[in-house]
């Protein structure tokens, strides 16, 4: 039985991939690689906890409110042996990553782990994980979050918010910063994108069941 890997992943677009080649059918989509776009995004979260009498879950806060965005658009990532199967990998970002409201999207990332396993065998150092799957076709992006990878220890796709310092006591305060949420099969990541803009609309649920959000992010490439 092979060690499962829990270490940390590498930023998806600070390595060349191992290979550049586009796959078949998804020449258009490799003109996307390299693009930024920046923007912002419009987020709507509403907050559930299971604080009422009979321990069921209820909403307890609802928020609107802007960030600045960012959307990354690479080559498919390759790791291990194994290269992402979606036409583009993907980040997008909007707010600090350690600020209440933010949320980052990975559509993949490289682990590294021992390069032996528990009996001594040698194996590829790296494992490439695979959180979302994509189609791009006639400027159009349809995503969904397939794998959060929680198991690993490596979960990427996150929403951060901040949580009371003692569960069910909001009058005790609130933790600083944001806690991060990861999130859970079937959010979406859809809508127009080509070269010059995304209008993309965002929906999902974390895996806690606490965050419900919406987002509408307008970017521009530059």
């Known amino acids: 039985m092979t060690e499962p890997p829990t270490t940390e992943a590498e930023d998806p677009f600070t390595e060349s991939p191992e290979d550049e080649t586009a796959l078949d059918g998804e020449e258009d989509a490799s003109a996307l690689w390299g693009t930024e776009y920046s923007g912002t995004a419009e987020i709507s979260v509403d ?5 009422s009498a009979d321990g069921s879950r209820r909403l307890a806060d609802s928020q609107s409110y802007s960030m600045d965005g960012t959307l990354n ?23 600090d990553p350690s600020e209440a409201g933010a949320v980052s999207f990975w559509s993949s990332a ?7 396993d528990l009996a001594g065998n040698p194996r590829d150092p790296q494992v490439l994980l695979t959180y979302w799957e994509m189609g791009w076709s006639e ?10 990878h929680t198991q690993e220890a490596v979960a990427l796709n996150l929403f951060n918010w901040s949580s009371p310092v003692v569960a069910c006591r909001s009058d005790l305060g609130q933790l600083p910063g944001g ?15 080509d070269s010059s803009t995304a209008s993309l609309t965002a929906e999902g649920v974390s895996t806690d069941s606490l965050i419900e959000f919406h987002i509408e992010f307008e970017g521009t490439a530059w």
């Open 73 to 95: 658009l690479g080559s498919p990532r390759s790791g291990g042996g194994e290269t992402e199967s979606n036409p583009f990998s993907l980040l997008f970002a909007a707010g």
């Open 110 to 116: 490289v682990s590294t782990t021992s390069g032996q």
């Open 139 to 148: 400027g159009e992006l349809d995503a969904q979050l397939t794998d959060p």
């Open 179 to 193: 806690y991060p949420h990861a999130l859970d099969v079937g959010t979406t990541f859809a809508g127009p994108l």
């Open 47 to 51: 907050i559930y906890d299971f604080c």
